[in-house]
């Protein structure tokens, strides 16, 4: 089984990741602090600034991720800066802002970056879906409980571990095992 480090002070990140990656030999090792984030709305540069800055913290190969949504009704915001607009508007003003705005579509985009010392890799996952016009299912994991993901009916945090089987992390996480396993060691 291969420990790798994953940097991340999300408890749900951490457990949606180790979920996914123990079914193909991976062991996720968590590894606990903030990192000062970029304020941007491009998230590949996001994530390799995360990844430089954890690496340059613990020395050792490690990844990071950055999921964003990119609304159809903004022209692509908040994309990178997801977070700071979720930490302002909350659940129920996002859902009356944008699910119930003209145009609710939505993508959903996780990239992980990787850094082994030598070289930072990217992978990435999406998915479209809509913004719920309000929120529905278990607000603590940020915005679970305002995405509909396209084919379903039920938020991501109705959907509840379904959503590991479909979700942008999961895509993105299935592109990153892929490269562990085929890398020359």
Same mark, same amino acid.
């Given at each position: 089984m291969i420990k790798l480090r994953f940097l991340s002070s999300n408890e749900f990140k951490i457990g949606e990741?180790?979920?996914? /990656?123990?079914?193909?030999g991976i062991d996720? *090792?968590?590894? #606990?602090? #903030?990192?000062t984030e970029l304020q941007t709305n491009d998230i590949d540069l996001l994530a390799k600034?995360?990844? /430089?800055k954890a690496f340059r913290q613990v020395g050792r190969p490690l990844f990071v991720e950055h999921t964003?949504?990119?609304?159809?009704y903004l022209n692509?915001?908040?994309?990178? /800066?997801?977070q700071l607009f979720w930490d302002t508007l909350e659940a129920d003003r996002f859902s009356e802002l944008f699910g119930r705005s003209s145009d609710p579509s939505v993508k959903a985009e996780t990239v992980i970056s990787y850094c082994d010392g030598k070289q930072i890799y990217f992978f990435r996952g999406h998915i479209e879906g809509t913004i719920s016009p309000s929120p529905r299912g278990k607000r603590d994991f940020?915005?679970?409980?305002?995405?509909?993901?396209?084919?379903?009916n039920e938020t991501f945090a109705?959907?509840? *571990? #379904?959503?590991?089987?479909?979700?942008m992390r999961?895509?993105? /996480?299935?592109?990153?095992a892929k490269f562990l396993r085929e890398k020359p060691r």
């Open positions: 990741a180790t979920e996914i /990656l123990k079914g193909v996720v *090792v968590p590894v #606990k602090f #903030k990192i600034d995360k990844a /430089l964003g949504l990119f609304l159809k692509g915001l908040p994309g990178g /800066l997801t940020q915005w679970d409980c305002v995405f509909i993901p396209n084919g379903f109705e959907l509840g *571990v #379904k959503k590991n089987e479909i979700s999961r895509k993105a /996480l299935d592109e990153f």
